[in-house]
């Protein structure tokens, strides 16, 4: 790796002002949404009215080197050698050739793009940070399907698991599949050492310098399949957004390193989860990105993904599991996803063909549909699991601007400390609704009383649960002042009923409260 000339292209952008928050002026914000959903049009639009305003006023916006830039790296424009030399002072055109981020264009003198080089901001609990992020060039750039050892950039699913990740301090942290290095530098802001893997060497070299361009030097790169770079190893933390899509092992289909692990159907996601409980240190958490088949069974029964992936932690590996399903598709419409991600374009013939590959695959196994989702798996410091959560959260979140982390965290704590108390002890401990939480009533008109309660959950998932007079009445009281068994023992008095009957309806629901962060121990 070429680290001086990765080093004067880091003060290059920083004295261009290669940013997000740049970018999104020079063209706006319609443009940048448009651009989020890889459609240039609108920011080109935009940049060519500037020069064509500038050259009615006799400036020249060319001498902007993020103009340039962006023109290159993010628009997919060539630009002229001059451009850069100007753009890069320090680098130069000829050093950004030689680090393989630009090629000769279609004209002598032009340079285009070789790989994708675009600032990136994010927000985390410990506030707003930005780098920049190289990658292999998108379908809109080429202009053709990808090639099979493509490194991807940022996506959705990028932003998804980062902003899953506890943000705790920790020692250790291995990054299962780094691709561009995305969530190993950002795993890097809490962790003291990061350990980044992949199968694709050109993946890991990407990801390096990527890491070498932010002036990220906690983290070690090393190359193979899953948990074999770190055999014998044991982590604080497992972050991981596998290989996950479900493809055809059928030859002409073909395997994008960056998505497709390998294996027969969701076998990488299961390989995965069986292998963590050996590669977590006691109170270790693995937290990742998956799919799961819904199969039917031979006796024609369904055979639920989420109960799949309960069966794979249950197999032994003594793991607290929190497996959440935010999505599910037919087969069908997963097989039209992903042949189209990959740029295959619907209705053309190649299309058609992959199409029948994937429905042929799916029909071998019984597959009906796929659901995808978050798992946050630990190892427990005592000897036995304790936390056993499969749900579906189709809905939409709350409010989360720095990410889920700090919300997971919180309910994790909060199961730790309800499930360790006994029903005497939790009698005895002072609870506090949470700061987002509020309580929604509606009324029949020109009734006094509601008909309807609900507690809302302002951050994290946005849970909304149902309120009976008993429960919203302890709720309300959870102000710190009194312990969860007197607030009890005033609601039966102001009720008229019997206490201990209160006590029993409404224990279990006070410990899933705590459960999902809407109460917190005082």
Not at 83 to 103: C, H, I, Q, Y
Request: proline content about 4%.
């Amino acid at each position: 790796m070429d680290h001086a000339s990765i080093d004067l292209l880091r003060d290059d952008l920083t004295r261009a002002r290669y940013r997000v928050e740049v970018l999104d002026d020079l063209w706006g914000a319609e443009a940048a949404a448009a651009l989020f959903r890889g459609r240039t049009l609108p920011a080109r639009r935009v940049l060519a009215e500037r020069e064509r305003q500038a050259e009615r006023a006799g400036e020249a916006t060319a001498a902007d080197p993020v103009v340039a830039l962006a023109r290159l790296f993010v628009l997919g424009q060539q630009v002229s050698r001059e451009e850069l030399d100007a753009s890069l002072p320090g680098l130069t055109a000829e050093g950004a050739e030689r680090l393989g981020l630009v090629g000769e264009g279609s004209a002598p003198g032009l340079l285009a793009a070789r790989l994708d080089l675009r600032p990136y901001g994010f927000v985390d609990s410990l506030g707003a940070g930005s780098w920049w992020i190289v990658s292999d060039l998108g379908e809109a750039a080429l202009g053709r399907a990808l090639d099979e050892d493509h490194v991807l950039g940022i996506g959705g699913a990028t932003t998804t698991l980062s902003g899953l990740m506890i943000p705790t301090p920790a020692d250790s942290v291995l990054d299962l599949g780094t691709g561009c290095g995305i969530q190993a530098m950002h795993a890097s802001r809490f962790a003291r050492r990061v350990v980044a893997t992949d199968i694709s060497e050109r993946a890991l070299e990407i990801a390096a310098l990527n890491a070498r361009l932010n002036g990220i030097d906690s983290i070690e790169f090393r190359f193979g399949s899953l948990f074999e770079p770190v055999a014998g190893e044991r982590f604080d933390r497992i972050v991981s957004n596998p290989p996950f899509v479900i493809t055809p092992r059928t030859e002409g289909v073909p395997l994008y390193e960056y998505r497709d692990g390998g294996l027969e159907g969701d076998a990488i996601v299961e390989t995965v989860v069986r292998g963590a409980a050996e590669h977590l240190a006691p109170g270790g958490i693995l937290q990742m990105l998956g799919n799961w088949e819904y199969r039917e069974g031979r006796d024609g029964d369904a055979i639920d993904g989420l109960a799949r992936v309960r069966s794979w932690v249950e197999g032994g590996s003594g793991l607290d599991a929190w497996v959440i399903e935010r999505e599910q598709q037919s087969a069908a419409l997963y097989a039209e996803t992903w042949i189209r991600d990959g740029g295959t374009k619907p209705g053309s013939e190649r299309f058609e063909e992959l199409y029948a590959a994937w429905l042929d695959d799916f029909e071998a196994r019984g597959v009906g549909a796929v659901g995808f989702g978050y798992l946050l798996l630990r190892r427990p410091r005592e000897s036995s699991p304790t936390l056993a959560r499969y749900e579906r959260l189709e809905s939409g979140l709350g409010d989360n601007p720095a990410g889920l982390g700090d919300h997971l965290a919180r309910c994790l704590a909060g199961h730790d400390w309800e499930v360790h108390r006994d029903l005497d002890a939790l009698l005895r401990s002072t609870l506090v609704y949470a700061s987002d939480v509020t309580e929604e009533r509606h009324y029949w008109p020109g009734h006094e009383d509601p008909v309807v309660m609900a507690l809302l959950q302002g951050g994290g998932f946005g849970r909304r649960v149902a309120l009976d007079t008993g429960l919203a009445a302890f709720v309300g009281a959870c102000d710190g002042d009194l312990a969860v068994g007197p607030i009890v023992d005033a609601i039966a008095d102001v009720l008229s009923v019997d206490a201990g009957a209160l006590r029993a309806e409404l224990v279990p629901r006070i410990r899933s409260l705590v459960d999902d962060g809407f109460l917190l121990p005082a």
